[in-house]
């Protein structure tokens, strides 16, 4: 169940980014600076032919395999496992979601669809990026402080006395 609910989520996350990507492709053109926010938020619609910050320019594919990776790695220990934990399901969804919206880019049109430029943080990044961000964030935070504990059983506690 757990594993059908990533899945239905990861394309709802997905269709919200392509839905923002299209409406960006219809209505700026490259390089467009245009205040949506006040001096917080700019919407800047720039072509990204490589990863985070524009690094590994032209390399695509390296992407999209990797991308296709993860996905059926987080779907395997999803179901094999059965992972139940809340905070591990959603930092996987929001990862899942991210990894295909930006996926769908570099296979259909051969570069990510950047456009979110916040004035304290000026690269240009898209909702696909915050939500692999986000999940990555909570994802540490999942391995460093529940990975040890489990969902559904309280933990045993010996007592010699």
């Known amino acids: 169940m757990a594993a059908i609910i990533t899945a239905v989520i990861s394309a709802v996350l997905v269709i919200i980014d392509q839905v923002i990507k299209y409406f960006v492709l219809g209505n700026l053109q490259s390089g467009d600076n245009v205040p949506f926010i006040g001096n917080l938020l700019t919407l800047t619609y720039v072509e990204n032919r490589g990863a985070v910050f524009g690094i590994m320019q032209n390399m695509s594919w390296i992407f999209a395999i990797i991308t296709i990776l993860m996905v059926a790695l987080f779907f395997y220990v999803i179901i094999k496992k059965k992972i139940t934990n809340k905070l591990f399901l959603t930092s ?43 999940g990555a964030v909570l994802m540490v935070v999942f391995v460093l402080f529940f990975s040890d504990k489990k969902d559904d059983k309280p933990k045993r506690i010996d007592s010699d006395e």
């Open 92 to 134: 996987v969804t929001l990862i899942i979601g991210g990894g295909i919206g930006n996926l769908i880019d570099r296979l259909f049109r051969g570069f990510v669809v950047d456009y979110l430029q916040l004035s304290f943080f000026p690269p240009v990044c898209n909702f696909a990026d915050y939500c692999i961000t986000i």
